[in-house]
């Protein structure tokens, strides 16, 4: 069965401490692998799919690793309006591209 | 573009009253998806379809029936609310197979 892992639960930086959130998945055959953030009382917002191990993207202070057992979620110098849930979803080749498996995600908070 | 809208945002139930929760998406995207969220869960997927007039299960259908007699729109039905039916849905929709999933505001249900 896939199953997906962040950790931690709960992270709270100062601006400009750069950190790092992980999502460790277990996966028939990986498809791809999504993260999301998603504010309070909002629905999650895609930021990126990574499809092969040793893949990277990067938008603004975010960038999003992958290897075979887990992916990374670096934010660089953070600002308060990073302050947000990220959520870390995989899509399995065997499960069917329409399941996605979500983890509990984790709850950034940055101080000004 | 709206993108995704959800109707109503909030809704309170008494225990065997039914309900429609309305999807709406302006992106002319095939695949639409409804998920539930839960304390300490990850999004769970409950129902999906695939193209006008299809629906399938996803991974806890109990209790929701689903229509898609329109592309643009996806409905969630419960015809008998119970207390465990309390949750945050959400709807989604894609713009093809494995693609990312665009996300609703939610709509919070609580069901007394």
């Known amino acids: 069965e896939d199953q997906v892992t962040q950790s931690p639960e709960a992270l709270r930086l100062q601006e400009g401490e750069s950190s790092s959130l992980n999502c460790s998945y277990t996966?028939?055959?990986?498809?791809?692998l999504f993260w999301y953030r998603q504010d309070p009382g909002k629905g999650p917002e895609f930021l990126f799919t990574?499809?092969?191990a040793g893949e990277e993207k990067e938008k603004e202070r975010l960038k999003a690793t992958l290897t075979k057992k887990e992916s990374f979620l670096h934010i660089t110098a953070p600002k308060p309006e990073d302050s947000a849930t990220y959520l870390c979803?995989?899509?399995?080749?065997?499960?069917?591209?329409?399941?996605?498996?979500f983890g509990t995600g984790t709850r950034l908070l940055v101080s000004p | 573009n709206a993108g995704v809208t959800q109707t109503p945002k909030f809704r309170v139930l008494k225990t065997g009253q039914s309900m429609t929760l309305l999807c709406a998406q302006d992106?002319?995207?095939?695949?639409m998806y409804w998920y539930r969220q839960d304390p300490g869960m990850g999004l769970r997927l409950i129902h999906y379809?695939?193209?006008?007039?299809?629906?399938a299960k996803g991974e806890v259908p109990d209790g929701y029936n689903v229509s898609r007699l329109k592309k643009q729109n996806f409905l969630l039905g419960l015809e008998s609310a119970a207390p465990s039916q309390t949750s945050v849905y959400f709807c989604?929709?894609?713009?093809?197979?494995?693609?990312?999933?665009?996300f609703g505001p939610g709509t919070r249900l609580t069901v007394l």
């Open positions: 989604a929709s894609s713009y093809r197979q494995g693609g990312e999933q665009f």
């Open positions: 996966v028939s055959g990986l498809r791809g």
């Open positions: 990574l499809y092969s």
């Open positions: 979803a995989v899509q399995g080749r065997y499960t069917g591209f329409q399941k996605l498996v």
């Open positions: 992106m002319n995207h095939e695949y």
């Open positions: 379809s695939v193209g006008e007039g299809t629906t």
